[in-house]
């Protein structure tokens, strides 16, 4: 019988948190079409890795279901591992479909993924046998239960489901399943320009007639292999009209973690326009459709056939002339990828005509646009093309408590304000609380119901210190209103409710429909967690005390840690207020009177909605507002009590700068004009008041000029010349000269060499790289390899990788994982009570030998107190005095009970003295049998 672990593994509630523990062998893998007499189509085979214990591997195919799937027959061989330990039925397999439904069995102490698959019956009790030796095996599953189907990428899960043993088995499974097949997908749209009427499966691949019909389309060709990052060689093709979408038949070929949605592709119009599609880091144009485009079967690295259609219309791409295309492996750091792809393009084609909006009061008109394409679209009200006024809407009510002063558009989203008075407020509370199951903490909260109340925020460090038991979801939260009104809202599906509460029952508890914790709450990881719940339909309303409940749930648990619990919620507060009803800021929302807080209106003033007082006299001049002809405090006249219209002082000089022609008055404030005042002078100012600056005609007829002091008397070498003959400079300097001599590259008449230096020596550069191949450094050049060289300037071809060991370039091997080269393993005994245990071994070879009981490794009693050379646990205790009436001849450790007594000769048979003549006294007698008297 196969030993059982199972009190060993964590409840199946803790089971998720335990697999994310699983060393995982490979995380993606794909499985390859096998071979089938009956149906090649449904028949997929795959090998594992070497699974440890509780290690799993999954491996993904893309196939198509029309129905539900009803069975699989399954074929297993099994590698390694150890017989006695290692059986078939250890093999726990989990089918995953696209539609997100899954199926799992087998195993032997792991028996689920935890990852909510409908569990099937265990595999045949004939599997119950060394896996290796009993291969093959043979079984079908009925699937009909997991409610399998769909189009699309498939999952086969498989983990090593046993620890006994702690052996590595590899798994090579054939599984050939009834209704699955890997074709018969495509558009199933007979409207569709490539409608299949082949296919049974519609994979949405559908591409409808462009403008001008579906003859208006050109296909190309490509196929590349490529680097991460790296581009393919452009291909043109000559075309006209406007891009509509581009349907896609991929063969991919990928290595490693490679997957058909690194593919990037760029498309760029006879305008010189483009736009680049797919791809994970790589961006070629700034007109970018986003990489989720690709269908999520591309994010797997699946190998195979793929087809995809894309509405690339936003791109807006047209032109008449030569169109590119490019293949490019978009994502920088995976190996290296072949892509087969066929490429149609609709809309485009050698007699199309150019699509787009004709519409010249559309934002996105184009006026070389020769049919409308019906895509015209306008600037909405934040003034984006084709825009929803998403960008600028909000709430636009000032007196709302999410007032957006940035709003130009009203969303619907105001939270209004029922009392203006007390404003927007809420009631926020810190507690600390550690509750156990079916307890509570009742808080009693003095406030005020401001209308409906809106939303409760939470915010709580949980931890589980009692009981793994404990979810952060257990917590209760209810709130009875000062009229009794009890609401409670939060739990879990699992948590006991008012049946099982005494507070809620007694309370007449009701729960608030549709609120309560996110799923990510029902976990007992320890953290923080925050929430929102609506209270707008609890009912809740009132003046007074309001209690608040803080309840654990789940009526089987210990104390949960419930710390730093943070709430606030909008519509309730603690209002503190004015009870005089003729003062501005009265309401009668008040939790707490206090009349000192109330203020009135006065003289010009008055009350505002919201309870300030509004002055009314802007220049507290003590005319009011209403009746004040001049208010401005910068008016000569503004506190005038004739109350007349505003008068301003000002400069009243016209030549002055400052020269205001309304002013009433001259303030002072004219700045000075300053002139010549000389009437001689050629710049005589009749309008100055400040005497400055005179000058006068020089010998060349210029005012205040210097004289005829230039280079040509009274001017300069005109711009552009070098002397006064109109001559102009050379590139080499020269008044009047004739320049760079032909042919050469500098005055002196020097030559470029090959890397472009003028008279360089420079006689060669073969890869005209701009380094002279006598000064080219050789190294690897591939910044991913391990003996990259920064400094190489030409590759040697000689890049590297690092082995398993850590060595560059090396062939190492690590098969055990530890992290020790096998070729640096040091065999022996590593057990630490062992008496050969070996401190330098690295992976123990079974040599391990141990003590006897009671003993050490040297033979010695481990414990031996009277140093008799006879151990503890082996003593004797008795008479060890042979002339004794009791004396015990196996006693090895004398207890002081001898005793003498020749004279009592009444039973000489009852040899032991015990009263009765038995067995013993015989036995003591034989014992001493042939032995010479005293």
Known sequence: MKPQLNAFLPSLSCLNGWLGTLAIALSMVCLSPGTSSAQADTAWSFVSAPLNGWTEQSFYFQANATDTLSDVQIVLNAQGGNNSNNWASDLLIAIVAPNGN???????????FNSGYTSLSDWPAGWNSGAESGSPWFHTADLSSGQLFGSGIWEI?????????????SYALDLAFTGLTSGGAGCMDATACNYDATAFVDDGTCAYAPIGGCACQTSVSLTETLAGAEFGSPLSFTGSGALSEVHIALEFQGEGSSRPADMLIQVT???GECTSFGGVDVTVCDNHVNGSAWPTAWDFPVTGNLTVTLDLSSAQLLGDGEWTVTLVNGNSSVAASTYSADITFYGICADGALAGCTDSTACNYQPSAEIDNGVCTWLDACGVCGGDNGTCSGCTYEFACNYDSLAIVDDGSCNLIEDLVVGCCSFTQVVNEAISGNQSTVLTLPASAIGDLGNFEISVDFQATGSLKNWASDLIISLIDPNGTCAYFGGNSKTESDDNSPYLAANNCTEIAGQGWPESWDTNVAGTYTATVNLSSAGLNGIGDWDLGLHNGDINTSPAEYNALVWSVDGLCNVEGCTDTLACNYTPNITLANDDLCVYATGCETCNPDGTVEAN?????GICNADDLCSDTT??????????ACLYGGCTNPCASNYNPEAAEDDGSCAPVPGCMDVA????DACADQNEGCTYPDACGICGGPGAIYECGCSDIPEGDCDCAGNQLDECGVCGGQGIPEGACDCAGNQPDAIGVCGGTCTCDVDENGVCDSEEILGCMSETACNYD???TRDNGACATLDACGVCGGTGSDLDGDGICDSEEILGCTYPGACNLDTTATQDDGSCTFPDTGYDCNGECLEDQDGDGVCNDFEVRGCMEPEADNFHPAATDDDGTCYFNPCDDSCPADVNEDGIIGVQDVLMVLSLYDAACP
């Not at 899954?102 to 689920?112: H, K, M, P």
């Not at 899960?157 to 088995?169: E, I, K, M, P, Y």
């Not at 006299?617 to 001049?621: G, Q, R």
């Open 102 to 112: 899954g199926v799992e069995w087998g195993g032997d102490n792991l028996t689920s």
């Open 157 to 169: 899960r498989v983990a090593n489901g046993s620890d006994a043993g702690n052996a590595n088995v």
């Open 269 to 271: 119009s006879p305008q």
């Open 617 to 621: 006299d802007d220049d507290a001049d």
């Open 635 to 644: 008016a000569v006249n503004f506190d005038d009590a004739a109350n007349g």
């Open 681 to 684: 002078a050629c710049n005589f």
């Open 790 to 792: 920064p400094a190489a």
